[in-house]
Protein backbone atom coordinates (compact mmCIF):
# COMPACT_ATOMS: atom_id res chain seq x y z
CA UNK A 1 0.00 0.00 0.00
CA UNK A 2 1.62 3.35 -1.00
CA UNK A 3 2.10 5.91 1.69
CA UNK A 4 2.80 9.36 2.46
CA UNK A 5 3.93 10.10 5.52
CA UNK A 6 4.70 13.71 6.57
CA UNK A 7 6.71 15.11 9.40
CA UNK A 8 7.99 18.55 10.50
CA UNK A 9 4.61 20.56 11.27
CA UNK A 10 4.18 22.70 15.29
CA UNK A 11 4.07 25.59 16.49
CA UNK A 12 6.58 28.98 15.56
CA UNK A 13 6.29 32.06 16.19
CA UNK A 14 5.97 34.74 13.08
CA UNK A 15 9.26 34.96 11.56
CA UNK A 16 10.82 31.01 12.56
CA UNK A 17 11.51 28.65 10.58
CA UNK A 18 9.88 25.19 10.27
CA UNK A 19 11.19 22.30 7.68
CA UNK A 20 8.16 19.82 6.10
CA UNK A 21 9.74 15.98 5.05
CA UNK A 22 7.87 13.34 3.74
CA UNK A 23 8.71 10.67 2.40
CA UNK A 24 7.11 7.86 0.41
CA UNK A 25 6.76 3.96 0.58
CA UNK A 26 5.47 0.74 -1.74
CA UNK A 27 5.84 3.19 -4.84
CA UNK A 28 8.39 5.29 -6.28
CA UNK A 29 7.93 8.33 -7.42
CA UNK A 30 11.11 9.61 -9.49
CA UNK A 31 9.66 10.40 -13.01
CA UNK A 32 6.62 12.38 -10.96
CA UNK A 33 5.53 15.63 -10.05
CA UNK A 34 5.45 15.60 -5.92
CA UNK A 35 4.95 18.73 -4.20
CA UNK A 36 2.69 20.86 -0.73
CA UNK A 37 -0.61 21.84 -0.76
CA UNK A 38 -2.40 23.60 2.32
CA UNK A 39 -5.79 24.06 3.55
CA UNK A 40 -6.77 26.73 6.10
CA UNK A 41 -10.36 26.68 8.35
CA UNK A 42 -12.66 27.44 5.92
CA UNK A 43 -10.76 27.78 2.91
CA UNK A 44 -9.90 25.90 -0.24
CA UNK A 45 -7.09 23.70 -0.68
CA UNK A 46 -4.18 25.40 -2.42
CA UNK A 47 -0.96 24.10 -4.12
CA UNK A 48 2.25 26.15 -2.40
CA UNK A 49 5.05 24.33 -4.09
CA UNK A 50 5.38 21.67 -6.58
CA UNK A 51 8.41 19.86 -8.32
CA UNK A 52 8.96 17.81 -10.96
CA UNK A 53 11.32 15.63 -12.76
CA UNK A 54 14.26 16.78 -13.44
CA UNK A 55 13.79 19.58 -11.55
CA UNK A 56 10.97 22.27 -12.14
CA UNK A 57 9.16 24.33 -9.60
CA UNK A 58 5.85 26.19 -8.93
CA UNK A 59 5.55 28.24 -6.01
CA UNK A 60 2.57 29.99 -5.06
CA UNK A 61 3.35 33.78 -5.13
CA UNK A 62 2.77 34.33 -1.16
CA UNK A 63 5.24 31.95 -0.75
CA UNK A 64 8.35 33.09 -3.36
CA UNK A 65 11.32 34.10 -1.75
CA UNK A 66 10.32 32.41 1.94
CA UNK A 67 9.84 28.71 0.93
CA UNK A 68 11.96 25.85 -0.86
CA UNK A 69 10.82 22.65 -2.33
CA UNK A 70 13.29 20.06 -2.55
CA UNK A 71 13.34 16.30 -3.56
CA UNK A 72 15.86 13.12 -2.98
CA UNK A 73 15.03 11.19 -6.29
CA UNK A 74 16.41 8.23 -5.21
CA UNK A 75 14.92 8.12 -1.55
CA UNK A 76 11.42 8.98 -2.92
CA UNK A 77 11.10 11.90 -0.64
CA UNK A 78 10.26 15.53 -1.02
CA UNK A 79 10.95 18.33 1.79
CA UNK A 80 9.87 21.92 1.97
CA UNK A 81 11.63 24.33 4.04
CA UNK A 82 9.67 27.43 4.95
CA UNK A 83 11.19 30.30 6.37
CA UNK A 84 10.05 33.74 7.51
CA UNK A 85 6.58 32.24 8.56
CA UNK A 86 3.87 34.80 8.71
CA UNK A 87 0.11 33.86 10.76
CA UNK A 88 -1.34 33.53 7.35
CA UNK A 89 0.80 30.36 6.51
CA UNK A 90 -1.18 28.78 9.15
CA UNK A 91 -2.89 25.40 7.58
CA UNK A 92 -2.49 21.57 7.69
CA UNK A 93 -0.09 20.92 5.04
CA UNK A 94 -0.34 18.20 2.66
CA UNK A 95 2.09 16.41 0.98
CA UNK A 96 1.22 14.92 -2.35
CA UNK A 97 1.95 13.07 -5.59
CA UNK A 98 0.73 12.70 -8.69
CA UNK A 99 1.67 9.28 -10.55
CA UNK A 100 -0.05 9.46 -13.61
CA UNK A 101 2.41 12.58 -14.87
CA UNK A 102 5.70 11.72 -15.93
CA UNK A 103 8.32 14.55 -16.24
CA UNK A 104 5.71 17.19 -16.13
CA UNK A 105 4.33 19.28 -14.09
CA UNK A 106 0.53 19.57 -12.02
CA UNK A 107 -1.03 22.49 -9.98
CA UNK A 108 -4.14 21.61 -9.27
CA UNK A 109 -5.39 18.39 -6.20
CA UNK A 110 -7.21 17.01 -8.53
CA UNK A 111 -3.82 16.19 -10.37
CA UNK A 112 -2.90 14.33 -7.42
CA UNK A 113 -3.69 11.04 -6.49
CA UNK A 114 -1.78 9.74 -3.40
CA UNK A 115 -2.13 12.17 -0.27
CA UNK A 116 -0.09 12.56 3.31
CA UNK A 117 -1.94 12.30 6.33
CA UNK A 118 -1.56 16.22 6.46
CA UNK A 119 0.69 18.33 9.08
CA UNK A 120 -0.43 20.93 11.58
CA UNK A 121 1.66 24.77 10.79
CA UNK A 122 0.62 26.68 13.14
CA UNK A 123 2.13 30.64 13.11
CA UNK A 124 1.51 32.71 16.27
CA UNK A 125 2.04 36.58 15.61
Known amino acids: QVQLVESGGGLVQTGGSLRLSCAASAQTFSLNPMGWFRQAPGKERELVATMNYPGYTYYLDSVKGRFTISRDYAKNTVSLQMNSLKPEDTAVYYC???????????????????WGQGTQVTVSS
Open 96 to 114: AADSRTNYGISYTAPDYDY
